[in-house]
DNA sequence: CTAACAAATGCGACACAATTGCATTAAAGA
DNA sequence: TCTTTAATGCAATTGTGTCGCATTTGTTAG
């Protein structure tokens, strides 16, 4: 199953890089200048996320948000940061500061989503 | 708006006060021994989140999971925890440790979703 | 350059969570 | 008991995301 390059998927990354921030299906397609189907935006963003290109937050308003990977000098993807999502201008972005916490015993994480609501920067 | 007393908001505390962990309006209906309608419940449990009765939840599998509230001393509402969502058992459950986090300056939070995935220890 | 294979796409239908409008029922106070 | 209006049931609707299947297109081998 090796990943073949598609104008899609070209136009997919470049909205996203240029956003600088984390989209949902539905602002990307209307970011894109092209006529792209639905369903395919959603399996591209789906494969990006397998590959570790992208990765998916879950807002509390229940949609998928998905934004650029950040990797580290080893190339190791972490993605363990908190998501602020603004309630005045309906974007969400990854916060620098890691997500610290402490389980208890015999409990193990595989993954986090984490989002703060408010108001940001440019809206306060 | 005053609130009245119904055999259904009744019936939605007593089965979330059994289970101790968040449950989804299905797990709940599912639990009722009663014939109560879909949106019935939705409703029930949107007020009873206005009222700060019971804190929403939406986990990564984008759906709504509502737990009661636990008041501390002062009788002031404090959600500000995490929430573990096993993947094996498929419940969530409030975790004690509190988030922590600061945002950059001129961001405000009014309001956080915080979910681990991972393995209970029920499960593991 | 062409042919062949399989990944990617478009389209329509579908599944599911959650909400809403409206007519009806029933809780609570007078 | 009567009145008021919050709460409910029902059906329809909205919105997100997925899936099957036929078609297109990227990639590689010859």
Known sequence: MK?????TKEAVLEVLKTAGKAM????????????INRAT?????NRFCEDGVLHRIVADDGKQYF?????????????????FK??????????PNEVSFTVPN???????????????????
Chains 1, 2 share one sequence.
């Open 3 to 7: 990943r073949r390059n598609t104008p």
């Open 24 to 35: 949902s299906q539905d602002a990307i397609e209307q970011e894109i200048h092209m006529d």
């Open 41 to 45: 935006i959603y399996r591209v963003l």
């Open 67 to 83: 934004a650029l990977s950040d990797k580290n000098d080893n190339n190791k993807v972490s993605d363990n940061h908190f998501h």
């Open 86 to 95: 603004c309630l005045a201008c309906d974007t969400i972005e990854c916060l």
């Open 106 to 124: 015999a409990y193990s994480v595989a993954h986090m989503n984490c989002v703060l609501t408010g108001i940001c920067k440019d809206c306060s």
